[in-house]
């Protein structure tokens, strides 16, 4: 089975810092990684799939690189509405079998 | 716009079956795609449980597959979870959410969860 872990777990930053979440597979799954973001009470909200592409609508100030095993999830200018937990899955495993990192929290410094 | 709707008891017996349903509307799930199942138990993290496509076909988490059927009513635009023999450890938020796929060249797709349901609190508890 594929394995994710993500880090820091949690965070604590400003608005307009530059804030950068890692994940790491315990194989490699090529580019097929998505970042989700999940507010309290909220169901998750797909922000970058295919490790890189952003989704429709998501600001421009998400983005997202890595192949293989490591993979980041990068906001460029930390916003109030961004304080949030946020979650890498794997789409790689044949047959399919989705996994999700643990998730890393964001939250004001 | 896609809209997705989970609906079930919203407490369930321990060893007996948890069933929900998950409404879609704004568009037609005999148009393809894949639909999924993923639980999150309070304060924890995110777990896939499974996913159908239109025809029936089904893919399921090793961990949970022998406890769980999805199924698809094409005829009502909807599609189901039932999870067996639940125990306390299955009492989470589950959602329903749609898995379109993005052709990358020969047989390679990339699959995500693209419109999720508001999500629906189930217990476990006598």
Redesign the interface.
């Given at each position: 089975d594929i394995q994710m872990t993500q880090s820091p777990s949690s965070l604590s930053a400003s608005v307009g810092d530059r804030v950068t979440i890692t994940c790491r597979a315990s194989q490699s799954i090529s580019s097929y990684l998505n970042w989700y973001q999940q507010k309290p009470g909220k169901a998750p909200k797909l922000l970058i799939y295919a490790a890189s592409s952003l989704q429709s609508g998501v600001p421009s100030r998400f983005s997202g690189s890595g192949s293989g095993t490591d993979f980041t999830l990068t906001i460029s200018s930390l916003q109030p509405e961004d304080f949030a937990t946020y979650y890498c899955q794997q789409s790689y495993s044949t047959p399919r079998i989705f996994t999700f990192g643990p998730g890393t929290k964001v939250d004001i410094k | 716009q896609v809209q997705l709707q989970e609906s079930g008891p919203g407490l369930v017996k321990p060893s007996e079956t948890l069933s929900l349903t998950c409404a879609v509307s704004g568009y037609s799930i005999s148009s393809g795609y894949y639909w999924?199942w993923?639980r999150q138990p309070p304060g924890k993290?995110?777990?896939?449980i499974g996913?159908i496509y239109h025809s029936g076909s089904t893919?399921y988490?090793?961990s949970l597959k022998s406890r769980v059927t999805i199924s698809v009513d094409t005829s009502k635009n909807q599609f189901s979870l039932k999870l067996s023999s639940v125990t306390a450890a299955d009492t989470a938020v589950y959602?329903c959410?749609r898995e379109p796929e993005?052709y990358?060249g020969g047989d390679c797709y990339?699959?995500?969860?693209?419109y999720?349901?508001?999500?629906t609190l189930v217990t476990v508890s006598s």
């Open positions: - | 999924g993923i993290g995110l777990e896939w996913s893919y988490n090793p959602y959410a993005t990358c990339f699959y995500y969860f693209d999720w349901g508001q999500g």
